[in-house]
């Protein structure tokens, strides 16, 4: 569970996973050593204090802190890479939008003989018309750039000892977990829930977030953007060709006309496409030179089992 700035909801929430753990623990769904990773994100408030305050009373709560904020999804890998001995481990999110009654279909599934158990929603009724129409963007952006993922499946999900150990072999520092899953390639399958409400606190993923997180995952899993450039060079050099063949004949017949418009839209236009062009071409080399670096994805500064 990774925490950013959640104090506000944190407390409830902990206490929402503990009642849910001790329901499927007497009902023989999960072994009573089960326990929730809090994952603090370089959090700037007390979520810190509220995950030290709750492991000291609860066995199964533990938290580990990062040693400042390094992303949702770098959150989401320490966590993974941390936890060790377990059957299955489930991802989700602090402000408990995503339904913790959706784990035991999860569980279900998986008992059933699947890997990888995505968490999807069934419907965005929550969500504002704003966000539901920039979701449904964004989704199909990322399929039509040739990115292959869950439509209206964010980072609720369960997977198993195998297909976790697969994950955790893909070791680029530019991560896109919604991506990055699918091309593990285990059988999978996914479980309806409908999403609730913000019960406090404010979303970590607004417009300019969901923007950076959609360059993100079409610039790491797909190279669409620079065969787009390609074929824009193509169509503009024919089209430059055809100009061109035009403006000879109209130079021989004598139907030139006089003037600088036209010219100065074409200098324009080109300024702006080849602008644009080395803008992309720039997002991967910049993503090039981040992962020829091979700097630590994260620096953990705390973990509760430590002072126990």
């Not at 204090?49 to 904020?69: C, F, H, W, Y």
């Not at 620079?226 to 403006?247: D, H, K, M, N, Q």
């Amino acid at each position: 569970m990774p925490c950013f700035n959640e104090e506000a909801v944190l407390p409830r929430t902990l206490a929402s996973v503990t009642e849910f753990f001790s329901d499927c623990v007497r009902d023989g769904v999960i072994a009573p050593d089960s326990f929730v990773l809090c994952v603090d994100d370089g959090s700037r408030d007390d979520t810190w204090a509220l995950i030290e305050k709750a492991s000291q009373t609860d066995p199964q709560v533990r938290g580990m802190k990062l040693s400042r904020n390094m992303g949702h999804q770098t959150a989401l890998v320490a966590g993974l890479s941390t936890v060790t001995n377990f059957d299955v481990v489930v991802s989700i999110d602090a402000d408990l939008q995503d339904d913790l009654f959706a784990i035991r279909d999860m569980i279900a599934a998986w008992q059933n003989g699947y890997d990888i158990v995505y968490g999807v929603r069934s419907e965005r009724k929550t969500d504002t018309l704003f966000k539901r129409e920039t979701a449904q963007m964004f989704y199909r952006l990322m399929l039509f750039m040739g990115v292959n993922l869950i439509p209206n499946h964010a980072d609720f999900r369960l997977m198993d000892r195998r297909a976790c150990d697969a994950l955790l072999e893909y070791e680029e520092r530019n991560l896109f977990l919604r991506g990055l899953v699918p091309l593990i390639g285990f059988p999978s399958t996914s479980v309806y829930y409908s999403r609730l409400e913000r019960t406090a606190g404010e979303s970590k993923y607004p417009l300019s977030r969901m923007v950076s997180l959609a360059v993100e995952g079409v610039t790491s899993l797909s190279v669409t953007p620079l065969r787009i450039i390609a074929f824009t060079g193509i169509l503009i050099s024919s089209i430059a060709i055809l100009a061109i063949c035009y403006a000879l004949v109209g130079k021989e017949t004598g139907h030139t006309v006089p003037g600088w418009t036209s010219v100065t839209i074409a200098i324009f236009f080109m300024g702006g496409v080849q602008m644009l062009s080395l803008g992309i071409i720039g997002e991967y080399i910049g993503k090039i030179y981040l992962e020829t670096k091979r700097r630590p994805r994260y620096h953990i500064e705390n973990a509760t089992w430590e002072n126990q």
